[in-house]
């Protein structure tokens, strides 16, 4: 079973940057099977997704994000973290840590609870 983890600071004040880390227990982060990402839900909206880190460091981005995004991972931790700059109050949003696991032709999917960001001054 694998289980994420989101931290960081709750509040963040607007054009600095937001910093995440998800710490992961039961999955390996070099592991070929996994893709590791993350993913917002804005208050009242639906989610979106920003990016996926793969098991060999490559990294994906949400076109409309790409510019503020930035992904990396560091497995000795067994952690992988997000940066987005320039935030505003529309990065206000509950953040999650996703990970997805494929075997064969079954994938699971493993969320971590959330951690909710304000961007406010």
């Known amino acids: 079973q694998v289980r994420l983890q989101e931290s960081g600071p709750g509040l963040v004040k607007p054009s600095q940057t937001l910093s995440l880390t998800c710490t992961v227990s039961g999955g390996s982060l070099s592991g070929i099977e996994y893709a590791w990402s993350w993913i917002r839900q804005p208050p009242g909206k639906g989610l979106e997704w920003m990016g996926v880190?793969?098991?060999?460091?490559?990294?994906y981005y949400n076109s409309s994000l790409e510019s503020r995004t930035s992904m990396s991972k560091e497995t000795s931790k067994n952690q992988f973290s997000l940066q987005l700059s320039s935030v505003t109050a529309e990065d206000t949003a509950v953040y999650y840590c996703n990970a997805l696991y494929c075997s064969g032709d079954k994938c699971n999917n493993y969320w971590g609870q959330g951690t909710q960001v304000t961007v406010s001054s």
């Open positions: 880190i793969s098991f060999d460091g490559n990294t």
